[in-house]
């Protein structure tokens, strides 16, 4: 060894202290999140994004001499029976329910002796029994052959099609406004009769009165329904003309009347823009139509309507509950164990399972308190009820319960980052306490607070279950704002996004044809919540930068 | 009310090389008489503290404090960290009532009323004063609606009557010229400086009798504190002011009556130039000169 001196030994430094190992665990975790959020995004989107998409229409002939077309749904491979590997199997749509009994059906590859695209394979949505899947033969006119190939009946659908959605819109119409007008007026004739007989007894002077009109008004009404019954069949006879006759794969041949037709196209045919055009037809139904075969086909605008509504009458309710039980807690109360304990107790709220609020909420909204009104108000009505049961001002206020510990705890915490210095500098100027409440710390609490508020709606849009009990129904046949008097009704119940998820895709009689719609509500249910919190982010930055940014 | 005491004639001749004990005593938590020059009793007073204690909780904050604030001048209050002097500040306009834990005894009269008897409307008093603090606090609203928000709270509704009195405030307050023409921008988009100024501005705006300021440049550079000192000095004669100070030459430049604290008690009081130049005490010479604190 040389005489040089040896540099001292060192203990090597100790992997923990260069701490590399933490970075990639911590950055590890939050790669993990990020791929679960992107994965559930990218599945959502890819799945409910496709389901509307006018997809190519296949028609394959079996070994057994059959023949089956449609859509491809999906595929998956199936271990086979010879031991020659794994077969692909495929699930075609075929519709045609009323001929075949069934929506879908399983092919697998190996029994298929030919494939094909036909041209004129055209996809039929109809209002009722699904899709039908078939090639225009001909177009009936009066029954009779008006067109007989594809194309000229196929052109004689186009000529008519607008002509019977008119006249389709017109029924539609006449049955639920002219129709309900009329049912109203008599309904509420008979319901004066009944009042008059809860108020002043069967057989006085103001009863027996009530009756007379109620006979005048009955005559009447009775008179009107005939009428409009006669316009609306009219309407039907001169739409029941038209036809268009179709020839499945298996020969059969059906005609089906245009006014069952909510569109009808030829997939097969079409270039990419007409292929957009018939995707954006389907998304527009989506978004503005009623729902139709038990939810799996049609729009969902009810649905939407339904909860934008709902949230925002939740808003109105839990919002200023909120901010003044967090000011009282924050500004006023003096700190203290029963102050602890208060706040103990509004963190244990926001941790009770939301169905125990659909319980409370059915308990006390629909029957205490929806009970007391119908006795006090609309006694008349009994036993119907009308605010005893669930409805949207009750699914509101229990969604309002149930965020109210969001709101609070929000609204107090934005309060507590409010610097002491601005309120004691208001309380120099001579200030009283609610005026620095109101001018200095409220203004300065907002983004906060909006922050809270959006937390909340976002929780209350989502939530589904105590809903189930307090008012979401499957299928509501009326809106909860309309143009009758007085307008909003919330006493009705409604349709929400999250129950109809739900109502698809555990209740559905349908369920392959309602999977899809599945992944597309969900679509649309994310999108309106990262609506609203963006909508939320924007407001923020705007007062954040009007409120808060400062050299101090 | 404390006035010239035996230890006073006692400490007339230069400071007795034993001193220190006095502190000792104070801290030891002995009784200790102040030492107020003759001068301070000659002034019209517009504050007068009378044998003023404050607890914070079981902690006595202030001991027996006795001043006269005299009127139209400003008087510095000094001494090291903890001593006492933000929190009789802060008794004047009775902010710290707003801590739970406050106990006080002893009174202070504000042109002859009682600040602390009880009935005494807490708002009314507080509008007789304005208050400046440590850091610039502007309210998160734009410059005009700080300025007048005295007046506002007061349910003054009238535009011109509010508008004369924003321009007549910041112009005292030397701001006006900087902030004319963006009254209505966010005040929290001013510089530092010009945040103090906005909130002198703003505690001058309902007219006060006194204008109590704690350490307003403490967290200013010294271009900003050099344009607060020389505003002080503008409004030496109009408003009777009481400031609190770290800084020894910002009290000596600015400040006509300079009072030294320690631990709670007041030391010695008097004129600024004579507490600069020939303190009675020992102490204060050591504090000034920076030999302790």
């Keep these: 060894m040389s005489g040089g001196r040896a540099a001292p030994r060192r203990e090597r430094t100790a992997l923990f202290a260069q701490g590399e190992p933490m970075i990639w665990l911590t950055g590890g975790g939050l790669a993990l999140a990020l791929a679960m959020i992107a994965g559930l995004l990218a599945l959502v989107v890819v799945q409910g994004s496709v389901t509307l998409w006018p997809g190519p229409v296949t028609r394959v002939e079996l070994n057994d001499g059959r023949a089956v077309m449609g859509e491809v749904a999906r595929s998956e491979s199936v271990g086979a029976t010879g031991g020659d590997g794994p077969v692909r199997r495929r699930l075609f749509r075929t519709g045609n329910f009323e001929l075949t009994g069934e929506h879908f059906q399983w092919v697998a590859d190996s029994d298929i002796r030919a494939e094909s695209r036909p041209e004129w394979a055209l996809v039929v949505e109809r209002t009722a029994w699904g899709r039908f899947y078939g090639a225009p033969q001909a177009f009936l006119l009066d029954g009779r052959a008006a067109a007989s190939d594809p194309a000229s009946a196929w052109a004689m659908y186009e000529q008519h099609r607008l002509a019977v959605q008119r006249r389709l819109r017109e029924r539609q119409r006449l049955e639920s406004r002219d129709i309900g007008r009329v049912n109203r007026r008599i309904e509420s004739a008979r319901l004066a009769v009944k009042s008059a007989e809860l108020r002043h007894g069967m057989g006085s002077v103001p009863h027996r009165e009530a009756v007379a009109r109620f006979e005048a008004v009955e005559r009447q009404g009775l008179a009107e329904h005939a009428r409009l019954r006669g316009r609306i069949e009219a309407l039907n006879r001169e739409n029941a003309r038209f036809q268009l006759a179709l020839a499945t794969a298996d020969g059969w041949e059906q005609a089906i009347p245009l006014a069952d037709i909510v569109r009808a196209c030829a997939p097969n045919r079409l270039g990419l823009a007409a292929k957009w055009a018939v995707y954006g037809s389907r998304w527009l139904e989506f978004l503005s139509g009623a729902p139709r075969e038990a939810n799996s086909e049609g729009g969902v605008f009810p649905a939407l309507f339904g909860t934008a509504l709902m949230t925002v009458v939740m808003s109105v309710a839990v919002v200023p509950f909120g901010v003044m039980a967090a000011l009282y807690l924050r500004e006023y109360a003096k700190a203290g164990p029963l102050v602890s304990l208060v706040r103990i107790a509004i963190n244990n709220l926001a941790g009770v399972p939301s169905i125990v609020f659909g319980v409370f909420g059915l308990g006390f909204f629909c029957y205490i308190v929806g009970g007391w009104l119908d006795r006090s108000f609309f006694a008349a009505n009994l036993p119907n009820p009308t605010f005893g049961k669930g409805g949207l001002l009750w699914s509101a206020l229990t969604l309002a319960l149930l965020t109210l510990p969001v709101v609070i705890v929000a609204t107090e915490e934005s309060l507590a980052a409010v610097p002491n210095s601005m309120r004691e500098g208001s309380y120099a100027c001579g200030a009283g306490k609610w005026q620095t409440i109101r001018r200095i710390v409220l203004p300065r609490a907002l983004p906060g607070i909006l922050t809270g508020t959006i937390l909340a709606m976002a929780r209350g849009a989502g939530e589904v279950a105590p809903l189930m009990l307090v008012g979401a129904v499957k299928l509501a046949p009326e809106l909860p704002v309309d143009a009758v008097a007085p307008f909003l009704h919330p006493e009705r119940s409604f349709m929400h996004l999250g129950f109809h998820i739900f109502d698809l895709g555990f209740q559905s009689p349908n369920s392959e044809a309602a999977r899809p719609m599945v992944f597309t509500v969900t679509l649309l249910l994310i999108a309106l919540i990262f609506l609203l919190n963006l909508v939320a982010v924007l407001l923020r930055a705007r007062l954040k930068k009007k409120f808060v940014t400062g050299a101090f | ?293």
Aim: charged share 25%; glycine share 8%; net charge negative.
């Design chain 2, 1 to 293: 009310m404390n006035t010239l005491t035996a230890t006073d004639t006692l400490t007339l001749e230069p400071p007795a090389p034993a001193g220190d004990d006095r502190l000792a005593a104070i801290a030891r938590g002995g009784q200790f008489d102040a030492v107020v020059h003759p001068a301070v009793d000659r002034e019209d007073a517009t504050l007068e503290v009378r044998d003023f204690c404050l607890w914070y909780g079981p902690k006595k904050a202030l001991h027996h404090i006795g001043m006269r604030i005299p009127r139209g001048k400003v008087t510095a209050l000094i001494g090291p960290s903890g001593c006492g002097k933000s929190t009789l500040l802060r008794s004047v306009n009775r902010i710290n009532d707003l801590l739970d834990t406050v106990r006080i005894e002893g009174d202070m009269l504000l042109n002859g009323d009682s600040i602390y008897a009880p009935g005494v409307d807490v708002i009314e008093l507080r509008k007789r004063m304005g208050m400046v603090f440590q850091k610039p606090n502007p309210f998160p609203m734009s410059v005009y609606e700080n300025v007048v928000y005295p007046r506002r709270i007061d349910g003054e509704r009238s535009r011109a009557a509010l508008a004369e009195v924003c321009e007549r405030s910041l112009r005292r307050a030397a701001l006006w010229d900087e902030v004319k023409d963006r009254l209505q921008e966010s005040a929290m988009s001013l510089s530092g400086g010009q945040q103090q100024r906005l909130c002198i501005a703003r505690a001058i705006a309902a007219e006060p009798e006194v204008l109590l300021m704690d350490e307003p440049c403490s967290a200013l550079d010294p271009i900003a504190t050099n344009k607060i000192e020389n505003l002080i000095d503008e409004l030496r004669g109009r408003y009777t002011i009481l400031i609190v100070t770290h800084n020894m030459q910002q009290a000596s430049r600015t400040s006509d009556y300079t009072a030294f604290m320690y631990l709670g008690h007041l030391v010695e009081y008097g004129p600024t130039a004579d507490l600069f130049r020939k303190p009675r005490l020992r102490e204060t010479e050591d504090y000034i000169t920076g030999r302790f604190g």
